[in-house]
């Protein structure tokens, strides 16, 4: 840490490597706000950066409890970073209940921010707090800087006509100022996106711009801090141009940029689900690309409307987690037995039931890989981060059409409302996979096979090529049969193509030695932790690798062979070891060990390590 | 369609035999079926025939057009998807009693309320005819099945109504039995825009022979039912000499010079619900024919009109300007 001294201010400015900051209010204080304000910010100076946003499933739970505390964290570096941290440098806390309900992931001696002015006797109560943590020791071991944002709002918007209630729904941006303040960071960005955001409201354009800057003054003002901080813009990410990108975003994108590969229309048919629901949203927005969105009656429904539109030749993408998914399941029964492509996109939440709608998990993969009537094989996908589910989407898109079978992909909440730079694509490098219409009656058949195991695709409205489909089992010319020899075969075939789709993979990537003590083998959204663990184990002397699966259905061809070069294989997921029980079913001469978290948080990398070592030192 | 104005009724019949029970009503829908089609000079290639399960939903595959066997219940949301898709098919649903008012009610509705621009046709049976003889959510209040021995305690719905309850804008009631009649029907059918819902009162001769001889057995029938006629007054009887009229909130027999003239496209559907509630009067005879018939938008019309309408104001969109839109930054 190098010391130097700001012009213009008296404050030393200290020089940090990486930050991990967490907001935490009420689900009312607009923490999500400030948040990713703060992070659209930090992106713009430069920095790497990761956000984990933990939010409550109620809108507002009653106010000031403990269930009601909505958190974001978020990570912003100088240097090439993986994770949103697992303890946060400085804990932001707007009342009792955000203070206790994360002080104890705050780290020994870190800084809590605090706002007194949410401390009285009835805010304790409501978090069910018999004495007052600011005073009760509590807090002993942190650095404590007590700000009475509540009373500071009403001052700084003194001369506001906004109601009193109003001006104090401003105090978010007056804690973002400061914290803008500490970190020294530029007011610019925030400052636009409000004139945008109330763009109809100019009073609320200026009181909140003003409770801004209000919170930066203070900064200096009131002397609160010892010192400033900056985290230097990293040089760790390649060179290009960047933005923000959150998973459900990506997603998004990648739907209108893989119908475009594929040269059809995307039509989505979804159903209002969190953590799926902004993917609906962003895609009707998207209306000048010819995307269709649908918002049906039910998930049933959502995924029927889908696969009629594949029917008709489009691409047919339906938008789900876990609980809408199992209500698909005998629609996507009927698109294996059609043979038409279809996306379904599981955004995952813990389950099970209701679960734990706003908290991430991946417990659906044996339920993605699995969970049908009938043996219904489909191709399952797993995107790793915000950035990765843009690709994903994509190769999911292009299995669908190229296999004419319904592909899953599967996301979470930690990748669909995380956020992190995203190097912008070249889109020329993207390869097209147009999809060629069946349209020349002669020798075809509805089930005639290609190299791949594929069907043709004919569009309604060809001439002299009608047919009818459906969910009976049907020979080659597509007509119904009971025929024993022809439902083995049909069902060996379909067997036979999905298992084809891992003949496209490129070969799976092995990072660190191809042999050693340990592979760390992970999915889904816990790459970031399981990157970070691994390098630091590599650095702690020990001999471990890993592998991140991106397709989890079928298995890599070559997984066995990778596999082959460790004497054991971790297997960290956030569901009771399905993948694990998947792998030791397909390949049961390794030694697969499971390590399972089912909290409604991602991974710690201290958790990992902590594992890694715990297996390699008995 | 010029070249396919040719066509005949022949020209509809696939290659597969068809399989119902024999005397089952289903063979003279389809007969009427494909017969409209030629009629009408239909291209076989434009056509999609969509069903759930059940029954009357083997129907796609007897004809020679595109069709779509799906799910139990769900045929409405996968035409939904179709129509959306492509607003050019002329897009048919096949549906039974169980399939449509059970399994798929809430589609049902909805297809409905969202006015797709498709035909539907319910075979009504009043019974489970698939799974060998269950009562149906249309079957009457203690009718005696397989799974009601002592008789359904379950009110039924009636098709009409729930059409009307739920916005439908074409809702209209036909006969197995009556070639004619359905030949009326199925043409204002197909020449509404929006979702057309016809209920054809068909005979499951295994399950639930005859159920409606009561009512529209032929020597019964002039005196049982009352066609309903757009523009025409609503006459019945075996002499004609009978007629409807609407009294304050109900509806009474009259002379035929003092019948009302029947009009389906009243601004409030509560005229045509009058009608669909008859069925339960003894006194008063079984509406067939049109019960409602107005216009609203089309649900598959609107759809494209938004993207047409955001490309006008918008321009197309652009994947390149889409993704390198919002707070970039370079890194050198």
Redesign the interface.
Known sequence: MTTIQQPGSELPLQQLESVVIRFAGDSGDGMQITGSQFT?TS??V?NDLATLPDFPAEIRAPVGTRPGVSGFQLQFSANDIHTPGDAPDVLVAMNPAALVVNLSTLKPGGLVVVNTGSFKATDLRKARLETNPLEDGSLDGFRVIPVDINQRILDALADSELSKKDKARCKNFYTLGLMYWVYSRPLE?TMEWLAVKFAKKPDLVDANQKALQAGYNAGDIHELFQGRYEVP??DA????????INGNQAVA?GV??GA?LAGL?P?L?SYPITPASTILEELAA???????T?Q???E???V???????????L?VTSTSGPGMALKG??MG?AVS?ELPLLILDIQRAGPSTGMPTKVEQSDLLQAVFGRNGDTPMPVLAASSPADALEVTIDACRIAVEFMTPVIFLSDNFIANGSEPWL??D?DTLKEFPVEFATNPEGHQTYKRDGKGSRPWVK?????????????EKDTDG??SYDPDNHQSMTDQRHQKVQNVANTYPPTEVVGETKGDLLVLGWGSSKGIITQATIDSRQAGRRVSRVHLRNVWPLPNDLDEVFDGFKAILVPEMNVGQLARVLRSEMPHHNFISYSKVTGQPFLVSEITEKIATILEN | MSNQATLTKKDFQSDQEVRWCPGCGDYVILSAIQKHMAEVGADPSKVVFVSGIGCSSRFPYYMNTYGFHTIHGRAPAFATGIKAANPELDVWLVTGDGDAMSIGGNHFIHALRRNLNMNVLMFNNQIYGLTKGQYSPTSPEGKKTKTSPMGAIDRPFNPISLALGANGTFAARTLDTDSKHMAKVFSAAHNHQGAAFVEILQNCVIFNKDFYNDTVAKDVRAEKTIDLIPGEKMIFGTESEKGLRVNGWDVEVCSAEEADVWDPGTDSSAPAFLMSQMDDDPNLPMPLGIFRQVEATCYDKAVNQQIDEAVANEGPGDLKELIWSGNCWEID
């Not at chain 1, 990410?237 to 923000?244: D, F, H, K, M, V």
């Open positions: 659209m992106a713009l430069g960005t813009k990293t990410l390649p060179a290009g141009t960047y933005r923000n994108l209108v940029a475009q229309r039509v048919g998207l209306k000048r690309f010819g995307v269709i649908m049906l009656e039910d049933i429904a959502a029927c409307a889908a696969i009629g539109a594949s029917f008709a030749g489009c047919g005998e629609a009927l059609a912008l694509p889109l309604p409205g060809t001439p002299n090529m009608a047919f009818r489909i459906g969910g009976l007509n119904i």
